[in-house]
Nanobody
Framework: QVQLVESGGGLVQPGGSLRLSCLAS????????VRWYRQAPGKERELVAS????????NYANSVKGRFIISRDNAKNTVYLQMSSLKPEDTAVYYC?????????WGQGTQVTVSS
């Protein structure tokens, strides 16, 4: 059974940090690239960061570049999103997406709220 389970979201003050995790199971995680998306109420879904499968090449949205770091640990079937210098504009539900030639899988999301 394919699963992606996000965790690590919560309420944090502006300027704070959070680390999101996405734990994968039921498929060959190391063969998949991974994206983090986010969606705030009333806004379109936004691609936040991505990391490739073979060389772990990272890309970021301009809005988070320099503040967020995506990484993966294939031995743990986990991808991370380290978020720092958080802003209220970062408030959204964050989704993990693993994609490859054999599949395209999504987690249920984790809420991140940045508020004083």
């Amino acid at each position: 059974q394919v699963q992606l389970v996000e965790s690590g979201g919560g309420l944090v003050q502006p300027g704070g940090s959070l680390r999101l995790s996405c734990l994968a199971s039921g498929f060959t995680f190391s063969s998949y690239a991974v994206r983090w998306y986010r969606q705030a109420p009333g806004k379109e879904r936004e691609l936040v960061a991505s990391i490739t499968s073979t060389y772990a090449i990272r890309n970021y949205a301009n809005s988070v570049k320099g503040r967020f770091i995506i990484s993966r640990d294939n031995a743990k079937n986990t991808v991370y999103l380290q978020m720092s210098s958080l802003k209220p504009e970062d408030t959204a539900v964050y989704y993990c997406n693993a994609y490859g030639s054999a599949g395209d899988y999504w987690g249920q999301g984790t809420q991140v709220t940045v508020s004083s």
